[in-house]
């Protein structure tokens, strides 16, 4: 059996947002979905997530989750401001208290200085509760896109802790 998510994160994050009575929404770019496989695999997991959405291009991120085009123009619709952006503009759109959002590069490009990284966001009813770059260890595309994945659960594992 393939293990690609942490199995005891996603069930204790679905646990204390079950229990809190919350939801969730999740706006991804470089992880391609799948934040939102992760957490639709979670039992119970209609209880709590709303849905998400998955937005490449600049274009249907500014269609579909509102974000600046300006700003996102500027940074190639990669920063930190932009997953905020995407974080808070999910859970509006799918009337949820927390929103995460997440976009970077999964291979090396010009645009990204032909570095891979992705930013990150967790908001909580309008309010930023973590925010951040993640830089994955040498691998392929895929496997960065599993490590942001992880990584980013972990983190809002973490944030749901406290």
């Known amino acids: 059996m393939i293990k690609l998510f942490d199995q005891n994160v996603l069930n204790s994050l679905g646990k204390k947002i079950i229990a809190a009575k919350q939801t969730l929404a999740v706006a991804e770019s470089v992880t391609s979905g799948l934040i939102q496989f992760a957490v639709g695999s979670i039992k119970d997991a209609l209880l709590f997530f709303q849905g998400g959405t998955t937005t490449y291009t600049l274009c249907k991120k500014v269609m579909v989750l509102a974000v600046d085009p300006v700003h996102g123009q ?70 960065n896109k599993l490590y942001y994945t992880n990584m980013l659960l972990n983190k809002f594992h973490g944030v749901i802790e406290r």
């Open 74 to 143: 500027e940074v190639n619709a990669v920063s930190e401001t932009m997953a905020g952006e995407m974080a808070d503009n999910v859970a509006e759109l799918f009337n949820s208290d927390w929103g995460i959002g997440i976009t970077g590069y999964a291979s090396p490009v010009p645009e990204s200085g032909n570095n891979i990284f992705a930013y990150y966001a967790i908001t909580f009813r309008k309010m930023i509760k973590d925010i951040g770059k993640i830089i994955p260890p040498p691998g392929d595309p895929f496997a």
